[in-house]
């Protein structure tokens, strides 16, 4: 029989969970040998796809309705699968705190950014071509052709994205609905990101699991941008440039495909006194897209760590703000 009290609406445990969490994900990282769910979710989203082209080919309004009910399906069976089975143990409160745990810190992906972004930092010791190698493996752009500024760019503007998707965003959600609220979440930003390109193949496939993942983000990513904002303020006001992130922010916001990665990077962007996006060439094709913020100061390998700081501390911040007063109120 299900609790009364529904795990979703339990912050105070929501909020031992997630301090643990974050905990586990700056240990570990995330295990490259590790089963991890996003894994499995990516399987059952390729098995989707090839069922929903095979019906309805390649084009048209038939592979839009099937984006509709793969998105809505799968986000409704990330949050049941580990709803109704954490809702079965929760009477045993120790077993059920742990496993929650273990789920959440999967959701949380600080760790593994940051791993990603000082391989690409220690690479320009090997030499540029060793640079756009790692940058690649992070990034959607070409990068065969990429300069040394080029590689930093790409990298700061990932960890700046990734800081809202792959950390406020799964916090945000875990701190409403529980471990399910995150990997609902986890399942969505799967979709976006496997299915939701803007190019003539995915156009209609991807159309629904792209519109559910800006509006997953919606929230969490003006957060992010807000808590760089402080993060710089209470913590590296002499690295960076508050006023100017500020501006920035404000002034380039809107500047991107997506109505919410420009929050952080527009932030990152001032606060270090760089200027990111711009021109990139996808698939061999030139995309040309606004540049997000001034070059007051030319990029340098150091901005890369100084994002990551950024990323961190935003972190933190998000978790006390919502832990401390569940727990002590």
């Given at each position: 029989?299900?609790s009364?009290?529904?795990?979703?609406?339990n912050?105070?445990?929501?909020?031992?969970?997630?301090?643990?969490a974050?905990?586990?994900?700056?240990?570990?990282?995330?295990p490259?040998?590790?089963?991890?769910?996003?894994?499995?979710?990516?399987k059952?989203?390729?098995?989707?796809?090839?069922?929903?082209?095979?019906?309805?080919?390649?084009?048209?309004?038939?592979?839009?309705?099937?984006?509709?009910?793969?998105?809505?399906?799968?986000t409704?069976?990330?949050?049941?699968?580990?709803?109704?089975?954490?809702?079965?143990?929760?009477?045993?409160?120790?077993i059920?705190?742990?496993?929650?745990?273990?789920?959440?810190?999967?959701?949380i992906a600080?760790?593994?950014?940051?791993?990603?972004a000082?391989?690409v930092?220690?690479?320009?010791k090997?030499?540029?071509k060793?640079?756009?190698?790692?940058?690649s493996?992070?990034?959607g752009?070409?990068?065969?052709?990429?300069?040394e500024?080029?590689?930093?760019?790409?990298?700061?503007?990932?960890?700046?994205?990734?800081s809202g998707?792959?950390?406020?965003?799964?916090?945000?959600?875990?701190?409403?609905f529980?471990?399910?609220g995150?990997?609902?979440?986890?399942?969505?930003?799967?979709?976006d990101s496997m299915l939701?390109?803007?190019?003539e193949?995915?156009?209609?496939?991807?159309?629904?699991?792209?519109?559910?993942?800006?509006?997953?983000?919606?929230?969490?990513a003006?957060?992010?941008?807000?808590?760089?904002?402080?993060?710089?303020?209470?913590?590296?006001?002499?690295?960076?440039?508050?006023?100017?992130?500020?501006?920035?922010?404000?002034?380039?916001?809107?500047?991107?495909?997506?109505?919410n990665?420009?929050?952080?990077?527009?932030?990152?962007?001032?606060?270090?006194?760089?200027r990111?996006?711009?021109?990139?060439?996808y698939?061999?094709?030139?995309?040309?897209?606004?540049?997000?913020?001034?070059a007051?100061?030319?990029?340098?390998?150091?901005?890369?760590?100084?994002?990551?700081?950024?990323?961190?501390?935003?972190e933190?911040?998000?978790?006390?703000?919502?832990?401390?007063?569940?727990?002590?109120?």
């Amino acid at each position: 029989m299900l609790s009364r009290n529904l795990v979703f609406f339990n912050y105070k445990l929501n909020a031992g969970i997630l301090i643990f969490a974050c905990l586990l994900d700056f240990i570990l990282g995330d295990p490259y040998s590790f089963p991890h769910p996003v894994k499995l979710i990516g399987k059952l989203i390729r098995i989707e796809e090839k069922a929903a082209r095979k019906i309805c080919g390649s084009y048209g309004q038939g592979l839009r309705l099937s984006g509709f009910f793969i998105g809505l399906f799968n986000t409704a069976a990330a949050f049941c699968v580990i709803f109704f089975p954490l809702e079965l143990i929760r009477a045993h409160r120790f077993i059920y705190f742990c496993t929650s745990v273990l789920i959440c810190y999967t959701c949380i992906a600080a760790r593994c950014m940051h791993k990603e972004a000082v391989k690409v930092f220690r690479s320009f010791k090997n030499g540029i071509k060793e640079a756009r190698k790692q940058v690649s493996n992070i990034v959607g752009r070409d990068t065969e052709n990429l300069d040394e500024e080029g590689v930093i760019r790409a990298c700061v503007e990932t960890v700046a994205e990734n800081s809202g998707d792959g950390v406020i965003a799964p916090i945000f959600f875990i701190m409403l609905f529980g471990a399910a609220g995150g990997m609902a979440y986890k399942a969505i930003n799967t979709m976006d990101s496997m299915l939701g390109y803007k190019n003539e193949k995915y156009s209609d496939l991807g159309f629904f699991p792209a519109k559910l993942d800006d509006a997953a983000n919606y929230i969490p990513a003006r957060l992010c941008a807000l808590f760089m904002l402080i993060s710089a303020f209470l913590c590296f006001k002499s690295e960076f440039n508050l006023k100017n992130g500020f501006k920035i922010w404000r002034r380039d916001r809107l500047k991107h495909a997506s109505p919410n990665a420009a929050h952080p990077e527009s932030v990152a962007a001032g606060l270090l006194g760089i200027r990111l996006a711009g021109p990139n060439y996808y698939d061999g094709f030139l995309e040309e897209k606004p540049y997000i913020g001034d070059a007051l100061k030319q990029i340098e390998k150091n901005d890369i760590l100084k994002t990551v700081k950024l990323m961190y501390v935003s972190e933190i911040l998000s978790v006390l703000l919502y832990a401390l007063p569940c727990i002590f109120l």
